[in-house]
């Protein structure tokens, strides 16, 4: 594991702890503060794992396992000091899926938001810009381009002005 050390007399790359879990394909990772969080994707298997890395003390610690379906390629974002998850592939739980969790961090613990309304998919994008998260783009059964704003402080999700240029997924 490495972290980009990015002071300006620096500019480099500075060798960290391993990460502590499996290694894995379509993951998700976010950051709440400081820390990062790392989690779900495919080992041997589907997971729900999630992981915080503390940079002030170079550790990885396991946390409370994702509160919904194992997945890949799921969407991620925060907003404040909290975190969320959601959309994503598990062929055992029927396929695309398109609910979301929010993690508090400070209770280590997962609950059910509002499910994601563009419809089920995996390989979406997913961002936050001030108190807002977006979730757009993605794959079910076709390729989409539509976008959607999750507003926390009221638990909906609201249609936003379709992604202008070619539909994508794991952009």
């Known amino acids: 594991f490495f972290y980009l050390n990015n002071q300006a007399q620096s500019d480099s790359w500075e060798a960290k702890a391993s990460f502590a879990g499996a290694g ?100 979406a994008v997913g961002f936050a810009i001030g108190s807002k998260g977006y979730v757009g783009t993605g794959l079910n059964a076709s390729v989409q381009s539509d976008f959607y704003e999750y507003d926390p402080s009221i638990n909906t999700w609201s249609a936003k002005a379709s992604y202008p240029g070619q539909a994508r997924y794991d952009a």
């Open 24 to 123: 894995r394909s379509g993951g998700v990772a976010i950051n709440i503060g400081s820390n990062g969080y790392l989690g779900l994707g495919q080992t041997v298997s589907i997971e729900k794992d999630w992981w915080t890395f503390d940079p002030s003390n170079n550790t990885w610690t396991q946390l409370a396992d994702f509160g919904g379906n194992p997945r890949i390629n799921a969407a991620a974002f925060s907003i404040g000091a909290k975190g969320y998850v959601g959309t994503g592939f598990n062929p055992g739980s029927g396929g695309t899926l398109d609910d979301f969790e929010e993690y508090d961090p400070i209770l280590d613990s997962w609950t059910t938001v509002a499910s994601f309304p563009g419809g089920p998919r995996s390989l």
